[in-house]
C-alpha cells in the first residue's frame, strides 16, 4: 500500500469511490468532486487550493493505493490551523472506501499521515471526530491521540478533539 497525490491516473478510482460513498458529501470535503464539469478542472482547482487559495489554507492531498491500483482511502494534512481549524477541523481528514472498513486502513493511513506532516516539521497535531464517530476515535487513539476539550460545531455537533505529538 502507498500514498499518492491526486493525478489523472487516478480519476476512474476516485469516481467508483464517490459511487460508493452515495448522495453525502465527500469526506475530506477536498475529494468532493460536485460542480466540475471536468476530472481536469476538479485538478487544476485542487492544485490552487492546496497552495491556499481564498478561504483555504494550504494542504496536501493523498489516496491510499493499494498493489492492485485500488484506491481505499482518502487523506488531506492541513499544515496549518486557523480558529475553525483549531475548534473543529483539526490538522487531518482521512476517510475508507465503505467496502473497505473494518480493515485497519484508517489506523494505516492516519500513520502513513503522521510520517508525512513529521516531514513538514509540524511538531503536534490536532486530530477531531464527531462525538458518536466510535470508529474514528479509535484510529486517533490507536495513533497516539491525547484527548484535549471537546467543542461544538454551528450545528451542535459535539467534536471530540485530540492532539498527537510528533
Ligand atoms: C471512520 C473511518 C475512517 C474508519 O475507517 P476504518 O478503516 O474502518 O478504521 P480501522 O479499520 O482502522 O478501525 C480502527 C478501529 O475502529 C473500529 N471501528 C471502525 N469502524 C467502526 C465503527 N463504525 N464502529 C465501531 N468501531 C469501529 C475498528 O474495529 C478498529 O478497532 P480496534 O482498533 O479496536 O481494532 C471510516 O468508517 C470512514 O471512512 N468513515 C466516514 C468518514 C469519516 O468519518 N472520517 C473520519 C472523519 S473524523
Not at 492541513?78 to 473494518?102: Q, T
Amino acid at each position: 500500500m502507498r500514498l499518492v497525490r491526486p493525478s489523472l491516473e487516478w480519476e476512474k478510482e476516485h469516481r467508483t469511490y464517490k459511487e460508493e460513498w452515495g448522495s453525502t458529501r465527500m469526506i475530506p470535503s477536498c475529494f468532493n468532486l460536485d460542480g466540475f464539469d471536468s476530472y481536469e478542472a476538479y485538478l487544476d482547482d485542487l492544485v490552487k487550493k492546496e497552495k491556499g487559495l481564498g478561504k483555504w489554507l494550504p494542504f496536501s492531498s493523498y489516496f491510499l493505493v493499494n498493489d492492485e491500483n485500488r484506491v481505499l482511502g482518502m487523506l488531506d494534512i492541513r499544515h496549518e490551523l486557523n480558529d475553525f481549524l483549531y475548534r473543529i477541523g483539526g490538522n487531518i481528514g482521512y476517510s475508507v472506501r465503505p467496502s473497505e472498513r473494518k480493515k485497519g486502513y484508517a489506523t494505516f493511513i492516519l500513520s502513513e499521515a503522521l510520517d508525512k506532516c513529521r516531514e513538514l516539521e509540524m511538531g503536534k497535531v490536532l486530530v477531531t471526530c464527531d462525538e458518536d464517530n466510535t470508529g474514528s476515535a479509535k484510529v486517533i487513539l490507536n495513533n497516539g491521540g491525547v484527548e484535549a476539550h471537546s467543542e461544538k460545531d454551528s450545528d451542535g455537533t459535539v467534536k471530540r478533539r485530540f492532539w498527537i505529538n510528533l
